[in-house]
């Protein structure tokens, strides 16, 4: 009976040994490889090595949006595919919602540089962010060679009847963005435009929809461009594009790129793809300068010193102070709290 017992407890601390053994392993092995992927966001953003698909080793702060009252003002995520494509939204929705998460998590880790929370204000389902799965009227071919597949996408989808003025639609295309308003090149996303107006009200035109944020899926040709696991990139485009629609940035803002109208992007930090941080940063023009502020990989911020387009506390008299700014309580599509 003693031996017995002797016997049992011995087995146990060999299988608790080598349990150790191999989370401890596990560890190392996990810090090593974020450690590599550090170096790797530092020497080039556009070739990111991550491992994996859609998030992972805290890049991200990944945190869910907030769940919108209908009649209110929020964003609503799609899954829209071609009438001739398969399918995927089953595989792609779960993905969305992760990555919508990721993009959440970039603005509430900036909102708590100032004591608040922020958080999109989504379309939700049974406490969760929906996603519908949209069927688009159209063979992939008439969008994906289209001279601009983001506003052929975005007319067939107001067609559709997404054209509420209450909300910003998150869409991920399944298809090609190979349009002229990419630079006739790849891209991963784009926003429907409009502005500028850089007045602080609640009427500003960035402050109802419809509006556009869209996403293409990643295809081989850019795969090849951005790396393989370029869909890494996917939360900060989509936070990129969104922010673009709540009237990111003005041209009217002290870091705003400005050789081009209307100047819709920020000069304070390199652009991501050559390690800056803010996400907002990118060029409009060949030939623009930027600065080196908010050094660093991550977390990636959400207006580099809260000058130019998000501050939730700005200092009075200020530009966020006294221009539309979208840190500021009157944007109806985020949610603050202290
Ligand atoms: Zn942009």
Known sequence: ??????????????????????AVGAKITFEKSKEAIVKQIGQNFQIPKFPGAGGGFGIYNERKPTCADSSDYHGQLIYARPADSADRFLEVSPKLKKWLSEANGILNTEAERFKVT????MVCLGGEVKAENVVLPKARNFYDLSAD?????ITDLMKLGYSDKKTKYIVWFDGDGNASGCGGSVCIS???KKGPDDKLSEDN?????PDFA????????????????????????????YAHTMGALQQSAPHSTKKEKPGVHCTDTQPIGQGGTDIMCKSDAKGEVFGNECPGMYPFRFDCNNDDYFNPKP?????????WNLGSSLNRFIQFSE
Do not use: C, R, W
Request: aromatic share 6%; no cysteine; proline share 3%.
């Open 1 to 22: 009976m003693k031996k017995g017992i002797l016997k049992k407890a011995i087995i146990i601390t060999v299988i608790i040994n080598v349990i150790i053994f191999l």
């Open 118 to 121: 922020a958080d999109l204000k």
């Open 149 to 153: 597949t983001n506003q052929a996408v």
């Open 190 to 192: 784009q926003a429907s």
């Open 205 to 209: 035109i960035f402050n109802i929809g």
């Open 214 to 241: 869209l996403l293409f899926k990643i295809e081989d040709s850019k795969v090849s461009q951005f790396g393989t696991n370029a869909d890494m990139l996917i939360p900060i485009a989509m936070l990129h594009e």
């Open 315 to 323: 200092e009075p008299g200020s530009y966020l102070a006294t221009h």
